[in-house]
């Protein structure tokens, strides 16, 4: 069992006091403002989100635009999430089959999807899960729609343009067939001004929004954009082979909170 490294922190950490959060971050005024009952009969056009990873005060309202959307369009049967490993602890790409505990009970890994990523790039690594928070506060949210939904957990240290498409083309192949959505977990830039934020991620989210996998990476690179999950959204752009993305939220954390430096998040859905 992987045990919760931030409940508490980034978010709620007894039952009661997180469904009542996650509500909250719906009914925020930078949240969607409505909180849809999941949708059992939906299009299932869905095929993978960018989701953020901070605080849930911060970053909660953001990610819940793109969990309305996937609740209204219907969950799928298993979720991949792909997050940067921000403590450079364990392998650069690194999958786990030990199931996550969280507030709202186990949220169980699909094993054998699980068997079937691991090869290659992707490693075989719990001590990679233990303390990153970038998957984790994912969670919650699915957990609030579905107890049962399982998922498959891959975090990357190793972010680079030709490792992201290795780990994307693997995961393609082995969800042939499996419905199934992928979320890469990131934030955009870190530390920098509401207007520096919001012009470097602008670049990026365009080049997302035209699905271009190298001009995206080469606009990060070229901007020195701080997105911190950049190679999984990446993978996740690779694996998906969508037809169409769409920006549903951008904000920054001064729109919580006044400050002179913030982080940039975003909700963008990929389509078939």
């Known amino acids: 069992m992987r045990y919760p490294a931030v409940a508490g922190q980034f978010y709620a950490g007894d039952p009661a006091s997180l469904k009542k959060q996650v509500q909250e971050c719906f009914s925020s005024p930078i949240g969607p403002g409505t909180l849809p009952?999941?949708?059992?009969d939906?299009?299932?056009?869905?095929?993978?989100?960018?989701?953020?990873?901070?605080?849930?005060?911060?970053?909660?309202?953001?990610a819940a635009h793109g969990f309305k959307a996937l609740a209204e369009d219907g969950f799928?049967?298993?979720?991949?999430?792909?997050?940067?490993?921000?403590?450079?602890?364990?392998?650069?790409?690194?999958i786990t089959d030990q199931d996550f505990k969280t507030p709202f009970g186990t949220m169980e890994v699909d094993k054998d999807l699980v068997n079937k990523i691991q090869k290659g790039i992707i490693a075989r690594d719990i001590v990679s899960h233990r303390?990153?928070?970038?998957l984790e506060v994912q969670l919650p949210f699915i957990k609030y729609f579905d107890e049962n939904v399982k998922f498959v957990p891959i975090t990357m240290m190793?972010?680079?343009h030709r490792t992201a498409v290795e780990v994307g083309k693997i995961i393609r192949e082995a969800i042939?067939?499996?419905?199934?959505?992928?979320?890469?977990?990131?934030?955009?830039?870190?530390?920098?001004?509401?207007?520096?934020?919001?012009?470097?991620?602008?670049?990026?989210i365009e080049k997302i929004?035209?699905?271009?996998?190298?001009?995206?990476?080469?606009?990060?690179?070229?901007?020195?954009?701080?997105?911190c999950g950049y190679g999984p959204i990446m993978a996740m752009m690779e694996a998906v082979n969508g037809s169409k993305a769409e920006l549903l939220k951008y904000s920054n954390s001064g729109d919580v909170t006044p400050m002179a430096e913030?982080?940039?998040?975003?909700s963008v859905i990929v389509k078939k």
């Not at 799928?76 to 690194?94: E, L």
């Not at 913030?262 to 975003?266: F, L, Q, R, S």
């Open 131 to 134: 303390h990153e928070h970038s």
């Open 37 to 40: 009952p999941l949708n059992p």
């Open 76 to 94: 799928p049967d298993v979720f991949i999430i792909i997050g940067p490993n921000h403590t450079g602890v364990g392998n650069g790409v690194a």
């Open 158 to 160: 190793i972010q680079d």
């Open 209 to 227: 929004l035209d699905l271009d996998i190298k001009g995206f990476y080469t606009t990060i690179i070229k901007n020195r954009i701080s997105a």
């Open 176 to 204: 042939s067939g499996i419905d199934a959505v992928i979320i890469a977990s990131s934030d955009f830039s870190h530390y920098v001004s509401p207007k520096v934020a919001e012009t470097k991620d602008g670049k990026a």
């Open 262 to 266: 913030v982080v940039g998040y975003a």
């Open 42 to 62: 939906g299009p299932r056009q869905i095929k993978g989100m960018i989701s953020p990873h901070a605080g849930f005060v911060f970053s909660g309202p953001v």
